[in-house]
């Protein structure tokens, strides 16, 4: 602990941003670059405690509280106070293998449960974070490792996203021969499709797979397993075969007008955004667009503020946002204590960006959408809502019920679909005869296998919907479970040992 009064001294500063109205000119990432400085002064906020409540990494009431990969926090922020950045990436990259990720675009559970954050703003641990793995790709310390020896052991992982890759990585530096399958065509999963520019730059990502490529580990892309390769010719070329393949079944608001033309998913919007933009600059109109359309956005999360960050540089005529729960309060409820996740209000980039645009938030609260109508056509031209109230049942279990004389009429022409996703894509884990339980593989924590012998599930696809810290949590620990069952041991960390 560096400086010991810092917590007491120091106010807590953020990464600058860019002008919201001037970046939505472009489809760059938001945040400016980082000061030493200030991320000199915001690691001396750190409190060094002697139980580091931020890499706890664990769910309380349903929602991820400090850090799941647990990033060893309080040493590499004095690193930072006292300018030794070098040192500090060696620490943070004894956890996390894709600092430059989950600088940008995770959660920051380990935020919300740090000590500080009990009576202060917490210690910018997400922007301290970013700013050590830039700063080590900027100064070159980042560079290929070659595996010194080779086990002669193969495994196939299906799935590119960051479990994916996280358990390519390690099973690559233990020496077994790693070959990475991915559908689309590019490598990242989600983290090259499902998010967009404004969040990460892909060339961020396109960085860490060509860097993994030096290292040893192979990507075959535009190869769909079951469909351009069968799971009975990868349990043959291979010793052992991870599922990473995500969740990505998305959920549907299955109500009158579903089919009306303009109603879609948010994730094929943002996928085929960020493809068109990365092919051909949008020439080539493979997009769903929302140039002069009203837009509205079903769903309060993460995905659905990605749509209207995309929908603003699209020029779409209006935007707004439907969530189904009330706002959140201002500082924590009692229910909400510490060190819980917060659920509290906050504006998020793409709420900036619409307040900048719009003059005011666009989000609406504790609305239900009922029924989309089309035109003669079947071109979608209005939706149709009823406010909703929030109480508890005779069982103290909250309800939402309708409240009469609320319903409203909406202008669409293009509504996306933001509400989660049901369970990873069913077909595969099928084709390879894996055990489902609750729509997603079964396979426990720490042990990965399912019932197929040599078959291994690890992150979304095995625990449902989750963050990237968990994704990467999974891939290591399901590495290290892979490692031991092709060599009798591993060497490899695992968490179990934190």
């Known amino acids: 602990m560096g400086k010991a009064t810092g917590f007491m001294e120091i106010k807590r ?11 939505l000119k472009d489809w760059k990432e938001y945040s400016a670059p980082f000061s030493d400085e200030v991320m000199s002064r915001q690691g001396a906020r750190c409190m060094d405690c002697g139980t580091p409540f931020c890499h706890i990494g664990m ?18 922020n004095d ?18 293998n894709f600092p430059e990720f989950t600088g940008r675009v995770c959660p920051a559970p380990c935020e919300g ?11 910018a641990i997400k922007d301290i974070e970013q700013a050590i793995i830039d700063k080590g790709f900027e100064n070159g310390w980042i560079s290929p490792r070659i595996p010194e020896q080779r086990t002669g052991k193969k495994v196939a992982i299906v799935g590119s996203g960051p479990a994916g890759l996280a358990s390519a990585d390690q ?49 075959i892309v535009n190869t769909e397993v079951g469909k351009d390769i069968t799971p009975e010719e990868l349990k043959q070329k291979y010793d052992s075969v991870i599922l990473c393949t995500g969740a990505q079944k998305q959920r549907d608001l299955v109500i009158e007008g579903r089919k009306s033309k303009g109603v879609d998913f948010a994730m094929n919007y943002l996928a085929s955004t960020t493809k068109s933009l990365l092919d051909s600059n949008f020439e080539d109109g493979n997009y769903i667009d929302a ?23 699209q020029e779409a005529n209006s935007i707004v946002q439907f969530g189904k729960h009330p706002q959140l309060p201002l500082a924590r409820s009692a229910e909400n204590a510490w060190p819980e996740y917060p659920q509290v209000f906050s504006l998020d980039y793409a709420h900036k960006e619409a307040k900048a ?16 109508v089309a035109d003669d056509n079947g071109n979608l031209k209005e939706l149709h809502t009823v406010e909703m109230k929030k109480t508890r049942d005779e069982n103290g279990m909250f309800v939402y019920e309708e409240i009469p004389g609320t319903e409203k009429a909406w202008p669409a022409q293009l509504v996306l679909i933001a509400i989660g996703f ?67 041991t591993s060497t490899l960390p695992t968490y179990e040992a934190v």
């Open 291 to 313: 140039k002069g359309k009203d837009v509205i956005v079903i769903g309060g999360g993460d995905t659905g503020a990605d749509c209207i960050a995309t929908a603003l540089r």
């Open 422 to 488: 049901e369970g990873p894509e069913q077909p595969v884990l099928k084709q390879f005869g894996v055990n489902i339980a609750n729509r997603r593989a079964e396979a426990e924590y720490g042990d990965f296998s399912t019932n197929v012998e040599g078959v291994f599930a690890a992150g979304d696809s095995r625990r449902g919907q989750s963050l990237i810290v968990w994704a990467i949590n999974e891939g290591r620990e399901v590495a290290h479970a892979v490692d031991k069952y092709l060599m009798g």
């Open 171 to 219: 099973l690559n530096q233990a020496g077994h021969l790693v070959t990475v399958f991915e559908r689309d065509d590019r490598a990242g999963g989600l983290l090259m499709y499902g998010i967009p520019n404004m969040k990460l730059e892909k060339d961020v990502v396109e960085r860490r797979i060509r860097l993994l490529e030096q290292e040893g580990v192979e990507f």
């Open 357 to 372: 645009k719009f003059g005011e938030d666009i989000r609406q609260y504790s609305i239900q959408t009922k029924k989309f």
């Open 113 to 123: 449960s740090c000590t500080v954050a009990i009576s202060d703003p917490s210690v």
């Open 13 to 23: 500063e953020e990464a600058e941003q860019r002008d919201p109205v001037e970046r």
């Open 59 to 76: 769910e309380i009431s349903g929602a991820t509280s400090g850090c799941p990969v647990y990033n060893l926090i309080p040493e590499w």
């Open 79 to 96: 690193l930072v106070y006292r300018g030794q950045w070098k040192e500090a990436l060696e620490r943070l990259t004894k956890t996390n």
